[in-house]
């Protein structure tokens, strides 16, 4: 029943900027806790950023911190992954995840934790 589907990846030189999207087809997509994560070739997923319920609550990874920005508009559906200063190390396929049975504070880090999965949108920074 929960969609989610990532988009607004693409080609970017180092340093510029990209916004990725994430929209859920959900009525209660106000009660999920929301993550981003990305999976380098040759390397396993790891978490870039998650999100609680209001959107008050943040977790960076130490890689991101200070140039991404994690949002959502729940009016929307909608979570955000704004980045800047990208680097070629960015490079990645981005993923965007949803917690379905999470609480109002909870900022969701653990990878199993997420419950539905967008298909991914690429990011390719170039040096």
């Known amino acids: 029943q929960v969609q989610l589907v990532e988009s607004g990846g693409g080609l970017v030189q180092a340093g510029g900027s990209l916004r990725l999207s994430c929209a859920a087809s959900?009525?209660?997509?106000?009660?999920?806790?929301m993550g981003w994560f990305r999976q380098a070739p040759g390397k396993e997923r790891e978490i870039v950023a998650a999100?609680?319920?209001?959107?008050?609550?943040?977790y960076y990874a130490d890689s991101v911190k200070g140039r991404f920005t994690i949002s959502r508009d729940n009016a929307k559906n909608m979570v955000y992954l704004q980045m800047n200063s990208l680097k070629p190390e960015d490079t990645a396929v981005y993923y965007c995840?949803?917690?379905?049975?999470?609480?109002?504070?909870?900022?969701?880090?653990?990878?199993?934790?997420?419950?539905?999965w967008g298909q991914g949108t690429q990011v390719t920074v170039s040096s």
């Open positions: 959900a009525r209660t997509f106000g009660t999920y806790a």
């Open positions: 995840a949803a917690d379905l049975d999470a609480n109002i504070m909870d900022v969701v880090t653990t990878e199993t934790r997420y419950d539905r």
């Open positions: 999100i609680n319920w209001s959107g008050r609550r943040t």
